[in-house]
T-cell receptor, first 111, second 117 residues
Framework: SQQGEEDPQALSIQEGENATMNCSYK?????LQWYRQNSGRGLVHLIL?????REKHSGRLRVTLDTSKKSSSLLITASRAADTASYFC???????????FGKGTKLTVNP | GAVVSQHPSWVICKSGTSVKIECRSL??????MFWYRQFPKQSLMLMAT?????????EQGVEKDKFLINHASLTLSTLTVTSAHPEDSSFYIC?????????????FGPGTRLTVT
């Protein structure tokens, strides 16, 4: 069953702008991960945040986690056309090694 | 490092035939491999979890006799779609967890697009 729900489902911005995507989940988790998928391709791991962390940075990516609200956000700063892709959050099931993916946000960055 | 390959990248087969998809971890040993299915513009749905040398664990609603999984070594898992039907057409993606690490990260293959005619 789908654990995560991302919003918005689709986001279109101009190059240089920031993009924010949100993810909500239902059950307790040990960690939450964000992945990127270019059209028709596999997934690329972006960042993992543990349940005891509130914020994490990696390059132009910033992820926050609010376990009380069961939500996470992914911020991409100074977006580039190459950031155009679908972004998925994935959660474990309370420590299970299995990942449950959200529905994804399709990001389009216009040059 | 941590590269996962899939073969073939795409395949077209006739209804009733069987298709085998390979998933290999190229530069690491994989404790566990996972098989996902993705319909157009949708998310990934976990089909099964495969551990080397043991039977795969299938998710609810996934027919184990239709989707045969073999995990013969720490670097190779195969998914065979038996007696394929047009509704089996989908994008199949595998992932692998690295052996000997507590990391939750999964490394994904590039996917295999199956079209059943």
């Amino acid at each position: 069953s789908q654990q995560g729900e991302e919003d918005p489902q689709a986001l279109s911005i101009q190059e240089g702008e920031n993009a924010t995507m949100n993810c909500s989940y239902k059950t307790s988790i040990n960690n939450l991960q964000w992945y990127r998928q270019n059209s028709g391709r596999g997934l690329v791991h972006l960042i993992l945040i543990r349940s005891n962390e509130r914020e994490k940075h990696s390059g132009r990516l910033r992820v926050t986690l609010d376990t009380s609200k069961k939500s996470s956000s992914l911020l991409i700063t100074a977006s580039r056309a190459a950031d155009t892709a679908s972004y998925f959050c994935a959660t474990d099931r309370g420590g299970s090694e299995k990942l449950v993916f959200g529905k994804g946000t399709k990001l389009t960055v216009n040059p | 490092g941590a590269v996962v390959s899939q073969h073939p990248s795409w395949v077209i087969c006739k209804s009733g035939t069987s298709v085998k998809i390979e998933c290999r971890s190229l530069d690491f040993q994989a404790t566990t491999m996972f098989w996902y299915r993705q319909f157009p513009k949708q998310s990934l749905m976990l089909m099964a979890t495969s551990n080397e040398g043991s039977k795969a664990t299938y998710e609810q609603g996934v027919e184990k006799d239709k989707f045969l999984i073999n995990h013969a070594s720490l670097t190779l898992s195969t998914l065979t779609v038996t007696s394929a039907h047009p509704e089996d057409s989908s994008f199949y993606i595998c992932s692998a967890r690295m052996f000997g690490t507590a990391s939750y990260e999964q490394y994904f293959g590039p996917g295999t697009r199956l079209t059943v005619t």
